[in-house]
Structure formats: structure tokens, C-alpha cells
């Protein structure tokens, strides 16, 4: 099956800070998506990216189908950015990889 | 438009009891999926559906566990008989096409086996 890698595993922030998280995946796919998972469980879909940058007010991400890995972008980080971040890759079905824990502090 | 409906949301129950989670998905979408996430790793698909057919189970505990999903759109997962390592938290998604375009997720339902 695919492979998926997210780096860093945990990230720890200043409110106000920038950060890019990283998903390297080991073979081509039709579809990626990003999700953060709030504190309840849910997963929120963020971005469907299979390739190209998409922008959503402080998030963006970009994803380079070619060379296998897509990035998420958070600007200017709030509290309540803080939770888990999925990244989940595959053609039929999402594979997904072990999430970045981030936690911004006040 | 209304999302994916889970319930229960939360369900303790002791081992070798039985469960059963249910699912409505978006109208419209022909595929559903059910994800097992256990504390701390990635949710992992446990089976797909496309309308009321099987497209992918190979994940799927199958002396212990089983799905279905009769008029091909709501669906039922069901445990039995539920062990220890069977706590985490079960997610159903539904997609318009497998193939491309956004899987949305539930709520999900927290499983806590005593």
C-alpha cells in the first residue's frame, strides 16, 4: 500500500508564529487531502489537493504530484489551530499518515 | 447541506458484548467508508462501499466484525464479540466519486471496551 510521512511529528508554536508541515507519499495518487482533527475527534477537511497551491484565509497548501510530497502553510497562528493534522493520500480510498500534533501557545 | 450523521457518539460497553454504529451519509454519495482510529495513530479504512456493494473489506476484522449497507445508503457496523483492543474511535466518510474529490468525514463514535 502507499506510504504515507508527515514531519514534524509535534510542533510547538508562539501565537502569531508561521509553520509548514510536510507529507511525503510513496507513489503517484489522484487525490490528497489535508484535515485537522478537533478536540472532539472530528476530522475537518481542510484542503483537497492533488496537485497545485490552494489558499483558505491564514491556511495554504501546495502540492507537487510529481516529486511526491505536499506542504500546509499556517500563517500567523492562532490557539485554535492547535489539535492534530492529517494528511491522506490514495486514488479510491485515503491512506493516511500519523499527523502532526501542533500546539500554539498564548 | 448537511453532513455525515453518526451515532451513537460515545459507547462503553464490556468485552465480548456486542456493538453497532450506524452512518447516514451526504445525499447523493454512492461511496461510504468506515475508518477505525485507535489513540495516537492515522485512521485506517476498514471497508468501502460503493452504493450498496463492497469495494474493499481486506482490512476488515472479519471473524469479529461486519458491515452493511442494504438500500445503499445508510450503514451499519457491528462488533461481535468486542475485546480490549477494539477501544478507539470509528469514522464513517462518504465521497460523490472514489476517484476524485473530497472524502468528508463524521463526528465519530469513541468505543471504550472494559
Known amino acids: 500500500g502507499i506510504q504515507v510521512e508527515q514531519s514534524p511529528p509535534d510542533l510547538i508554536l508562539q501565537e502569531g508564529a508561521n509553520s509548514t508541515l510536510r507529507c511525503n507519499f510513496s507513489?503517484?495518487?489522484?487525490?490528497l487531502q489535508w484535515f485537522h482533527q478537533n478536540p472532539w475527534g472530528q476530522l475537518i477537511n481542510l484542503f483537497y489537493?492533488?496537485?497545485g497551491t490552494k489558499q483558505n484565509g491564514r491556511l495554504s497548501a501546495t502540492t507537487v504530484a510529481t516529486e511526491r510530497y505536499s506542504l500546509l502553510y499556517i500563517s500567523s497562528s492562532q490557539t485554535t489551530d492547535s489539535g492534530v493534522y492529517f494528511c491522506?493520500?490514495?486514488?479510491?480510498?485515503?491512506?493516511f499518515g500519523a499527523g502532526t500534533t501542533v500546539t500554539v501557545r498564548a | 447541506e448537511a453532513g455525515v450523521a453518526q451515532s451513537p457518539r460515545y459507547k462503553i460497553i464490556e468485552k465480548r458484548q456486542s456493538v453497532a454504529f450506524w452512518c447516514n451519509p451526504i445525499s447523493g454519495h454512492a461511496t461510504l467508508y468506515w475508518y477505525q482510529q485507535i489513540l495516537g495513530q492515522g485512521p485506517k479504512l476498514l471497508i468501502q462501499f460503493q452504493n450498496n456493494g463492497v469495494v474493499d473489506d481486506s482490512q476488515l476484522p472479519k471473524d469479529r466484525f461486519s458491515a452493511e449497507r442494504l438500500k445503499g445508503v445508510d450503514s451499519t457496523l457491528k462488533i461481535q464479540p468486542a475485546k480490549l483492543e477494539d477501544s478507539a474511535v470509528y469514522l464513517c466518510a462518504s465521497s460523490l466519486d472514489p476517484s476524485r474529490g473530497a472524502k468528508l468525514f463524521g463526528p465519530g463514535t469513541r468505543l471504550t471496551v472494559l
Open positions: 507513489d503517484s495518487v489522484n487525490n
Open positions: 489537493i492533488p496537485s
Open positions: 491522506a493520500v490514495g486514488d479510491y480510498k485515503l491512506s
